[in-house]
């Protein structure tokens, strides 16, 4: 038996389940329940502050435990559906935007009647000055004084004090990268972090898997995907440390140890310029192995751009890629149209309404639990440009895949409902390679090495690598 209890207004982001089968408790966001899995009974129960708070109660069968399945509410699907939320959500943005418009000619407003009350209090004497803490005033040369009392004067946060947020923020989430790093003792891995300072002056945060007791054959360059981070590789990383490859992870601009708003990213091209960076100091640290590059979702849309640049198409001998962002559109062309006006007028909203509802991305559920209760993946609603960024990268790719040359192996899952295996398709037939191939994994979704087939998933690929040395 579990009881589920949700309140949609006091717990925002996460639902508790707790299984009265057993003492454990699990964290699911909200929203990443799939209902067609289970069998639900609601009773609204109207509390005293007027909220309604429903109780439901889900009964399964031994063989429904073991299908539980999260959906995933931030794995980066940017779908927009034309519904009344989505309606909802663009009215509410443009009366922000239309009162902005009108801001101001209300402070001109505001300024003529702080001239009258000005010349009054002038007059005034001792009596216009007695409030004179409470009061702000401006001074010319034969201009009389004008008195704006500090009540009228709209208070605005300073740009230092915003981006003191976002460093706080960044300090937390970077000290926890750090410390995974550090409380990670493998006798046969040797793990280490490095901040990894750009030319636009962004420190990244980069770490390193290292053979302990294996010879180093290869490296491995590893580029997670949106709203994770490098450290969920952890696993993956040290089968290849155990077969000869040497690691290294980065986690991009507004992701995981690195600096920038959580899961915002202003361009998607300064990422591209990032890891074309990394590739360059790796492969520099590395003389005379050969370096690949292995990418996820958005993380292997970044990669695919990265190699079309002939100087990195040189230093790599090959790319891995897992469910690549070549293939996201939204579902409704409105979205498409809006993306750019709104990117650029509200670029860190959060778009809730463009996360596809039931959109699974793996088929354990310990796996999915995993990864939404990690601090370091962010599970909020998509930011405005990031979002826009993903269709401008994803546009761009799809009209350059003939000028790809690097051998690449793609791997995609056929139930993938995030990012589109008939674009990995279209990947093969076009791309100019002559060493590339392709493996479509019947029923698998997003998340394919968290999916329950990853070891053999990871066998494919570490057999692909070999036969590259």
């Known amino acids: 038996m579990i009881c589920l209890s949700i309140d949609y207004l006091s717990v925002p982001q996460h639902i508790e389940i707790s299984q009265r089968f ?55 699907r940017i779908n927009a559906l ?3 939320r989505l309606w909802r959500s663009l009215f509410m943005v443009m009366n922000a935007f239309v009162l902005l418009l009108f801001l101001p000619f209300r402070r001109r407003r505001v300024a003529s009647q702080a001239s009258v009350s ?39 946060k300073s740009a230092a004090a915003a981006a003191a947020v976002v460093d706080k923020e960044v300090a937390a989430r970077r000290a926890l990268a750090i410390k995974r790093v550090l409380e990670d003792e493998d006798k046969n891995s040797v793990r280490e972090y490095m901040l990894f300072d750009t030319q636009r002056g962004v420190t990244l945060f980069t770490q390193s898997w290292t053979p302990a007791t294996v010879k180093v054959r290869g490296v491995v360059v590893l580029l997670h995907g949106l709203n994770e981070h490098s450290g969920r590789y952890n696993d993956f990383a040290k089968q290849l440390n155990a077969n000869g490859y040497k690691v290294y992870g980065m986690d991009w601009i507004g992701h995981g140890g690195s600096d920038g708003l959580h899961a915002y990213v202003h361009s998607l091209d300064d990422a591209v310029c990032d890891m074309k960076l990394f590739i360059k100091k790796v492969a520099t640290e590395n003389p005379g192995l050969q370096c690949f590059c292995f990418g996820h979702s958005t993380g292997g849309a970044i990669i695919l751009k990265a190699a079309l640049d002939p100087e990195v198409e040189a230093r790599i001998a090959g790319v891995v890629l897992t469910s690549p962002a070549v293939g996201v559109q939204p579902s409704h062309p409105i979205f498409a149209v809006l993306a750019p006006v709104f990117a650029f007028l509200l ?102 090495l968290f999916e329950p087939e990853r070891q053999e998933i990871v066998e494919d690929i570490i057999q692909w690598l070999n036969q590259r040395l």
Do not use: C
Not at 52 to 61: E, G, H
């Open 22 to 76: 057993g003492a454990e408790k699990r964290i699911i966001p909200r929203g990443h329940f799939n209902k067609q899995s289970f069998r639900v009974g609601l009773k609204p129960l109207v509390l005293n502050s007027g909220r309604t708070r429903l109780m439901a109660t889900v009964v399964m069968s031994s063989r429904e435990k073991e299908a539980i399945m999260l959906t995933s509410g931030a794995s980066g």
């Open 82 to 84: 034309l519904s009344l």
């Open 118 to 156: 000005g010349a009054g209090n002038q007059g005034g004497g001792a009596g216009g000055s007695a409030n004179g803490k409470d009061e702000k005033s401006v001074e010319k040369k034969g201009v009389a004084v004008v008195r704006v009392p500090a009540s009228m004067v709209p208070a605005r």
């Open 347 to 448: 670029p860190r909203y959060q778009f809730s309404a463009a996360n596809k509802r039931g959109s699974v991305v793996s088929r354990d559920p310990e796996a999915l639990i995993a990864k939404y209760s990690d601090p370091l993946v962010f599970t909020g609603s998509i930011r405005i440009r990031t979002g826009y960024e993903i269709l401008r990268i994803t546009t761009y790719l799809q009209q350059n895949l003939k000028k790809l040359k690097v051998p690449f192996l793609v791997l995609h899952g056929t139930s993938d409902s995030v990012t589109d295996p008939e674009a990995s398709q279209k990947l093969y037939i076009e791309a100019a390679s002559s060493d590339k191939s392709i493996r479509l994994l019947d029923g698998l979704l997003h998340d394919l």
